[in-house]
C-alpha cells in the first residue's frame, strides 16, 4: 500500500524586523537568467534532539534550489555569522559581505512520531523578511516532503511562480539486455528518491500518464498480448483495464483536465486514429478519421484544444485540434519529424520530440507553433513530462550501443539546465503528478 500523507501549514509571527519600503528579491523567470543566485543557508537549528531530522531537511532545501540552476549557494564556511537558535536576530552585514542575495533561516523539531519545520526567508541587501515565516509538521516519515515544502515556498516568493518540488514521478523501470528488458511501473520523489514498485515485470508496460489530482495512473499493457489501456489506484496499487474491444490495439492515454474522460489512440483493421471514452470505460467515440496514423494526444490544461502526432502530411508532425474533433491545424514546420507532443500546464507551450538529421531532440514551441527552440541534442531522446509549473521537462535518453540504456533526464525551458535524474536502474517513460496536497 502506498500512503499519501497530509501536511499542515501555518503562518509565524515570530519576532522580526519590521519591514521597510524597498525593492524586492526576485528573480525574473525568462531566457536571461544566466548568473544564479547566490544564497545562504545555515543547518536548521535542531530543537528537541532532532539533530539528524535537521541535517537531512537542510540537505534537500540545497539539493532542490541548486538543482534550479537558478541558485547558487554560499558555503557554511564563508559564514560569519553564526546562527545557534531560531531567534537569533540577523545580522545584515554580515551576509551582505559575503554577497549572499537571501538567507535562510529555520529549525527543526520533533515529539510523537511527529517533526516540525519552521524557516524565515530574508532579503539580505534590503535588509527584511521576504513575506511571514512559516511552519510545517507531518509525521517523521515524511520529513522529505517537508523539505521538498520549504523549498517550493521559497522558490515561489523569488521567482513569483509555483515551485515543482513536492512532487512525484512515475516512470518504466527496466531491467536486463538492451533486446530483453523486462518492463515495470514505479514511481517515486521528483528527484529520484523513495522509488516504490507499482506493477511487477511479468508484463511489457509502456506510457504512464498521472490524473489532475495524482491519484490515478493509466498506462498501456501487454498482458493480453495486445495493447491495452489500464487504470491504477496510486493508494491501493489496484489496476483495472479500460475499454477492452476484440480486434483492436487501444495505446497512449491521458486523462482530460478534469480527470472525467480519457483521449487515446485506437487501431482498428490496419488503421489508427484518436478516440475519447468515460473514466468508467466501456466504448470510446473518434475524434479523428483520417487514413494516417494519429497518437500521442495531449490536452490543453483548459480542455478546450488537443495536440497530437499525425503522420497525415507524409511524415510525423504536430497538429492541434478542438477537444471535440474537427479539421486539425498543423504547427509544426521545421525540418524532420515531429511526434510525442505534450500541453504545458501554463498553457503557454508545447514540448515536443523531434528527429534531423541522425539525432533526436527534445524541444518547446508557443501554442502556435512559433518561437520553436531545441533544448537537447543526442543519439536518441524522447517522450517529454512538464514538471508542475511548467519551467522545467523530464525526458528519456537512450544511449547507443548493444549495452546503452535507457536514463531520465530533466532540462529546463532555457535548455541551460540539463542534468541526470537518478534511478536504481535504467528508466524510461517519465510523467510527472501535479503537486502533492
Do not use: C
Request: hydrophobic letters at 40%.
Amino acid at each position: 500500500m502506498l500512503r499519501y500523507l497530509t501536511l499542515v501549514a501555518a503562518a509565524l509571527f515570530v519576532n522580526a524586523p519590521a519591514p521597510v519600503a524597498a525593492e524586492p528579491l526576485r528573480i525574473t523567470l525568462d531566457q536571461g537568467v544566466i548568473e544564479p543566485m547566490p544564497y545562504a543557508l545555515p543547518q536548521f537549528v535542531a530543537e528537541g534532539g532532532a539533530g539528524q531530522l535537521a541535517a537531512q531537511i537542510s540537505e534537500v532545501i540545497r539539493a532542490d534550489l541548486s538543482g534550479t540552476g537558478l541558485f547558487r549557494e554560499i558555503p557554511a564556511s564563508a559564514h560569519i555569522q553564526q546562527i545557534g537558535s531560531f531567534d537569533t536576530p540577523v545580522s545584515y552585514p554580515d551576509w551582505q559581505a559575503i554577497n549572499a542575495q537571501a538567507l535562510i533561516t529555520g529549525a527543526v523539531s520533533s515529539s510523537g512520531g511527529k517533526v516540525t519545520v519552521k524557516f524565515f526567508l530574508y532579503d539580505v541587501f534590503s535588509g527584511q523578511p521576504l513575506g511571514d515565516g512559516m511552519q510545517l509538521a507531518a509525521s517523521e516519515g515524511s520529513w522529505r516532503r517537508l523539505a521538498h515544502k520549504v523549498a517550493d515556498q521559497v522558490y515561489s516568493r523569488i521567482t513569483g511562480e509555483a515551485g515543482y518540488f513536492d512532487s512525484r514521478v512515475v516512470f518504466v523501470s527496466e531491467q536486463g539486455p538492451k533486446n530483453a528488458r523486462l518492463k515495470r511501473l514505479a514511481i517515486m520523489d521528483y528527484d529520484g528518491a523513495g522509488v516504490q514498485y507499482l506493477t511487477d515485470s511479468s508484463t511489457i508496460v509502456l506510457a504512464p500518464r498521472f490524473s489532475p489530482q495524482g491519484d490515478r495512473i493509466l498506462y498501456t499493457s501487454f498482458e493480453t498480448g495486445f495493447p491495452q489501456i489500464k487504470m491504477l489506484d496510486v493508494a491501493s496499487v489496484s489496476a483495472r483495464a479500460l475499454g477492452a474491444v476484440d480486434g483492436t490495439m487501444a495505446f497512449a492515454p491521458r486523462f482530460s483536465p478534469d480527470g472525467n474522460s480519457i483521449i487515446y489512440s485506437l487501431e482498428r483493421g490496419g488503421n489508427t486514429d484518436l478516440y475519447r471514452m468515460s473514466v468508467n470505460g466501456g466504448g470510446g467515440s473518434p475524434l479523428t478519421n483520417s487514413p494516417s496514423i494519429e497518437t500521442a494526444p495531449s490536452y490543453s490544461p483548459d480542455g478546450s484544444q488537443i495536440v497530437f502526432e499525425s503522420d497525415r502530411s507524409g511524415r510525423p508532425q504536430i497538429y492541434v485540434m478542438s477537444a471535440g474533433g474537427g479539421e486539425p491545424a498543423r504547427i509544426s514546420f521545421g525540418e524532420g519529424s515531429y511526434g510525442t507532443p505534450v500541453w504545458s500546464p501554463r498553457g503557454d507551450m508545447i514540448a515536443f520530440t523531434k528527429q534531423h538529421a541522425g539525432r533526436f531532440h527534445i524541444g518547446v514551441m508557443r501554442t502556435d507553433g512559433s518561437e520553436e527552440r531545441l533544448l537537447t541534442a543526442s543519439f536518441l531522446d524522447e517522450g517529454p513530462t512538464w514538471a508542475p509549473n511548467g519551467r522545467v521537462v523530464m525526458f528519456t535518453r537512450e544511449t547507443s550501443g548493444a549495452s546503452g540504456g535507457a536514463t531520465l533526464m530533466s532540462v529546463d525551458i532555457s535548455g541551460r539546465n540539463l542534468k541526470a535524474v537518478p534511478t536504481p536502474s535504467a528508466a524510461s517513460d517519465p510523467a510527472w503528478s501535479p503537486l502533492l496536497p
